[in-house]
């Protein structure tokens, strides 16, 4: 008798556990921007202020769409993170591995003025080395020769995408409160170049394929997501993404105030 009891508490708690975090992502809408084409290598730039508010996290990453499906697939991620734990806190990261047993080369930066600033965050893929870099300063460059996760990346052309969400990880990303909201990364413009060795202008190894000012959604390019994923209390909602005045606006909102509130502060 005592088991049953004992078991039927249990249940009773994952029920309940179950339905407050369903509750959560009902509450609360964040927002995702994913490209429809994948590349092999390159470079991104992208203008932004990011968000740094505690339990958000505030992104430009590089991805393979079917990470999240598990072997036979396999986790191919570069990331770029504002994290609210703390502030002017920047994690970079390499994810590879698979979806059960990831590999993940975290790494912690300062950037002044983090979410109070637009800053140009470069993102650098090709066979040999990942580097990433704040405003042309390097923050961090990994080679194949000295990591393996570079080496893995060169198998999967990765979608491009920005999100912000609510991580419910707070030795991670710190403790969400409600009251913050709403928040929202904005972003001027990005540029892609392509991976052409000793091609590009002057002899360098990129060159500009193409540029987003976000005069307006280019639904060829760009789609906004419609989901969630475990560890995230915010789904996504196209509502949530917005261009207005020259930017894309990533919006973080309860969920019966979706959309951008506010004036839109100016890249000077």
């Known amino acids: 008798m005592k088991f049953k009891i004992q078991f039927f508490i249990l249940v009773m708690f994952l029920i309940f556990s179950c339905a407050l975090s369903a509750q959560q992502v009902t509450n609360f809408k964040g927002a995702e921007v994913f490209s429809h084409e994948a590349v092999l290598f390159g470079k991104f730039e992208v203008r932004m202020r990011m968000v740094n508010e505690k339990g958000m996290v505030s992104s430009f990453f590089l991805y393979d769409n079917k990470s999240w499906q598990g072997l036979p697939h396999l986790w191919r991620e570069i990331d770029i993170e504002a994290l609210g734990k703390e502030k002017n806190l920047l994690q970079t990261n390499i994810i590879t591995g698979h979806a059960a047993s990831k590999l993940m ?38 080679t194949a020769a000295e990591n393996q996760q570079v080496a893995d990346l060169r198998d999967t052309p990765l979608t491009y995408r920005m999100n912000l969400w609510i991580s419910d990880a707070e030795e991670w990303a710190g403790r969400f409160n409600k009251n913050t909201l709403p928040r929202f990364q904005y972003v001027n413009w990005i540029k892609y170049y392509e991976y052409t060795p000793g091609k590009g202008p002057g002899g360098s190894d990129f060159t500009l394929a193409w540029t987003d000012d976000f005069n307006s959604f280019n639904t060829e390019r760009w789609g906004a997501g419609n989901w969630g994923f475990e560890g995230n209390m915010a789904a996504f909602d196209p509502a949530n993404a917005v261009i207005k005045n020259g930017y894309l606006i990533l919006c973080l909102t309860k969920a019966s105030e979706t959309g951008l509130k506010g004036l839109i502060p100016e890249d000077n």
């Open 105 to 142: 080369s975290e790494l912690k930066h300062k950037v002044e003025n983090l979410h109070s600033e637009y800053h140009t965050y470069t993102v650098e893929w090709t066979p040999d080395y990942i580097a990433v870099y704040v405003d042309g300063v390097l923050l961090r460059k990994d």
